[in-house]
């Protein structure tokens, strides 16, 4: 079975901490995505990395970076995190090839920031 | 732009019932459809993924189909259960963009024992 693991179920921060988020994935899968999943505004997509150092910007990109350096694993990264950023973040995977492409998530990250 | 729309919102029913969800998209153009479930502060779980090409998947109690030319998907639970209570949230995959998946806002699904 495929497997995404998100290293952190619960975080809680301060306003103007460096936050990171990270998550493994252990099918060898080229895509990896992190939404956010708010009440009322359903998933958003941050960011998604289809290979290794490279990434594309999502729907709501503004605040947050990722990082790619190894294939199985996808960071986010809040600079300076503030209270709007307080959400439950989702990490996904998915192969390359576009027949099965099926999508596989972890079991989320819930931030709060203070 | 694609958009996809779950009604209901949530759905209440007894423990036995058969019961349909229904997932709507507005562009035929997919490669594929996914149905998945998610329980409250957990995050997804694919149930069934149906490609453009086929018309329905089934596992266990569940049958997916997809009708693509009139845009609609059902997920078709057999003797519902109180475990099978969660929400259920469909998403198609665009044929235009590869990466992009549009998420519908769920069905809240309540079986009461």
């Known amino acids: 079975d495929v497997k995404v693991t998100q290293s952190s179920r619960y975080l809680v921060k301060r306003t103007g901490e460096k936050v990171f988020l990270e998550c493994v994935q252990d099918m060898d899968h080229e895509n990896m995505f992190w939404y956010r999943q708010d009440p009322g505004l359903g998933l958003r997509l941050i960011y998604f990395s289809y290979d290794v150092k490279m990434k594309e910007k999502g729907d709501i990109p503004e605040g947050y970076s990722v990082s790619r350096e190894k294939k199985e694993r996808f960071s986010l990264i809040l600079e300076s995190a503030s209270t709007n950023q307080t959400s439950m973040y989702l990490c996904?995977?998915?192969?390359?090839?576009?027949?099965?492409?099926?999508?596989?998530f972890g079991e989320g990250s819930r931030l709060t920031v203070l | 732009k694609q958009e996809v729309t779950q009604i209901p919102a949530a759905l209440s029913v007894p423990e036995g019932e058969n019961l349909v969800l229904n997932c709507s998209f507005t562009?035929?153009?997919?490669?594929?459809l996914q149905w998945f479930r998610q329980d409250p502060g957990k995050g997804l779980t694919s149930l069934l993924l149906i490609q453009s090409s086929q018309r329905e998947q089934t596992s266990g109690r569940l049958n997916a189909s997809l009708d693509k030319s009139s845009g609609r998907s059902t997920l078709y639970i057999a003797a519902s259960q109180p475990g099978d209570s969660a929400t259920y949230l469909c998403?198609?995959?665009?044929?235009?963009?590869?990466?992009?998946?549009?998420f519908g806002s769920g069905t809240k699904l309540n079986v009461k024992p």
């Open positions: 996904a995977s998915s192969p390359g090839t576009p027949y099965t492409g099926e999508l596989f």
């Open positions: 998403a198609v995959r665009g044929e235009d963009n590869f990466n992009k998946f549009y």
């Open positions: 562009d035929s153009a997919i490669y594929n």
